[in-house]
């Protein structure tokens, strides 16, 4: 379902989304997905998504691609600064959850939700994605109580969204389908 960007082997090798892609694939580089897939599916994915709902600037698809970069790996702000420049590390550290590693649950959420609410227009569509790509992904291999807490998660997050940019107006109704499909279940 997600397993390649349309376009991606057409694209320039040069290109600002064929490097961030190429620069995420080696940072996650031995990273696993829980379900054991390699961990650089799952921006594959997040770029699929945003492209799927119309969204082709080539600043956000990039941002999208190393999203995970400063939490998940040794990457640094100033290594994609360098690679990048300010505007992509800037809106990759939008996306970075400061107390990702080591806190609770709640306490990540909580931190995600401020996190949320400071984000620029690009950052949403990406966060948006991310979060759609997360709910598809993981949500057959937990249990029901995971489940729950992560839907109910993902109702806070949303609120904390607000106002989503027109442009990932179709991005949110698919996340707000998504989970009200889920809480039927």
Same mark, same amino acid.
């Given at each position: 379902?997600?397993?390649?960007?349309?376009?991606?082997? +057409?694209?320039?090798?040069?290109?600002?989304? /064929?490097?961030? +892609? !190429?620069?995420?694939?080696?940072?996650?580089?031995?990273? !696993? +997905?829980?379900?054991?897939?390699? *961990?650089?599916?799952?921006? &594959?994915?997040?770029?699929?998504?945003?492209?799927?709902?119309?969204?082709?600037? &080539?600043?956000?698809?990039?941002? =999208? *691609?190393?999203?995970?970069?400063?939490?998940? @790996?040794?990457?640094?702000?100033?290594?994609?600064?360098?690679?990048?420049?300010?505007? %992509? =590390?800037?809106?990759?550290?939008?996306?970075?959850?400061?107390?990702? !590693?080591?806190?609770?649950? &709640?306490?990540?959420? &909580?931190?995600?939700? #401020?996190?949320?609410? +400071?984000?620029?227009?690009?950052?949403?569509?990406? !966060? %948006?994605?991310?979060?759609?790509?997360?709910?598809?992904?993981?949500?057959?291999?937990?249990?029901?109580?995971?489940?729950?807490? *992560? %839907?109910? =998660?993902? %109702?806070?997050?949303?609120? /904390?969204?607000?106002?989503?940019?027109?442009?990932? /107006?179709?991005? #949110?109704?698919?996340?707000?389908?998504?989970?009200?499909?889920?809480?039927? @279940?």
């Amino acid at each position: 379902m997600f397993a390649r960007a349309p376009g991606l082997e +057409r694209m320039d090798e040069n290109s600002l989304v /064929a490097r961030a +892609r !190429k620069f995420a694939a080696e940072a996650h580089d031995g990273q !696993k +997905r829980a379900n054991g897939v390699p *961990y650089v599916t799952h921006p &594959e994915a997040v770029v699929e998504i945003l492209r799927e709902h119309g969204i082709h600037d &080539e600043t956000v698809l990039a941002a =999208a *691609y190393l999203h995970d970069v400063l939490e998940d @790996t040794a990457v640094t702000s100033g290594q994609l600064v360098r690679a990048f420049g300010e505007d %992509i =590390a800037g809106l990759v550290e939008e996306l970075t959850n400061p107390h990702a !590693k080591g806190a609770s649950f &709640e306490e990540k959420n &909580e931190s995600l939700r #401020e996190l949320a609410r +400071r984000m620029s227009g690009r950052a949403k569509l990406v !966060k %948006i994605a991310d979060r759609i790509h997360n709910l598809s992904s993981k949500k057959p291999t937990w249990s029901v109580a995971k489940q729950q807490r *992560y %839907i109910t =998660a993902t %109702i806070g997050l949303l609120m /904390a969204l607000q106002p989503v940019p027109q442009e990932g /107006a179709l991005l #949110e109704h698919r996340l707000r389908d998504m989970v009200t499909e889920l809480l039927a @279940t």
